[in-house]
């Protein structure tokens, strides 16, 4: 059984594994190489201990807990852009996990959570043109708004979609279709 719950300091070497796994299994031909080959593991901790060592006031993490272990999580920054609204800056679901649930139920977590201070505003995130994670954005609702180029962590440029939600309660309600 998996249960959610925001995620503590004590989280971030789960989230951080969990983050550099999956950007090397499913972001070669986007990512740099030499970048997924070196110490992914290392930068992401360094980011995650920031994150969750020193939470800003419009951060929420959620994660995914099954038999003690994180098995995915969700981070959005409320108010982010100007422009755009709030911001979900990463979904991760463990590998042997996905097409389970788990992605759509933290994605709901966040809208939510988006939704208690930030009601009024929109939601956005960036996908990848080649992940298939799209599909699930797109099923919960959010609209593509288009293709953006982005630069990537360790250089280089991706082509991503930006996909948008008017406001976080059309996403925490969204019940995906299967």
């Not at 594994?17 to 986007?30: K, P």
């Not at 755009?84 to 759509?104: E, K, M, P, T, Y």
């Amino acid at each position: 059984m998996v249960e959610y719950r925001p995620a503590n300091h004590e989280d971030a070497p789960a989230v951080a594994r969990l983050h550099a796994e999956n950007w090397r299994r499913a972001y070669r031909g986007n990512f740099r190489d030499e970048y997924l080959d070196g110490d992914v593991f290392a930068e992401r901790q360094r980011v995650w201990d920031a994150r969750l060592g020193q939470p800003t006031p419009n951060q929420y993490v959620c994660v995914a807990v099954e038999s003690a272990r994180v098995v995915g999580f969700v981070c959005t920054f409320g108010s982010h852009d100007r422009e755009w609204g709030s911001f979900i800056d990463n979904l991760h679901v463990h590998a042997d996990l996905q097409r389970g649930g788990i992605g759509a139920s933290l994605m709901r977590k966040a809208g939510a959570w988006l939704s208690t201070a930030f009601e009024d505003e929109p939601v956005y995130l960036f996908v990848w043109e080649r992940n298939p994670a799209r599909a699930l954005y797109e099923r919960l609702g959010g609209r593509n708004s288009g293709i953006v180029e982005k630069e990537n962590p360790g250089g280089g440029v991706g082509r991503y979609f930006r996909i948008v939600w008017e406001r976080p309660n059309q996403l925490a309600a969204a019940a995906p279709r299967r």
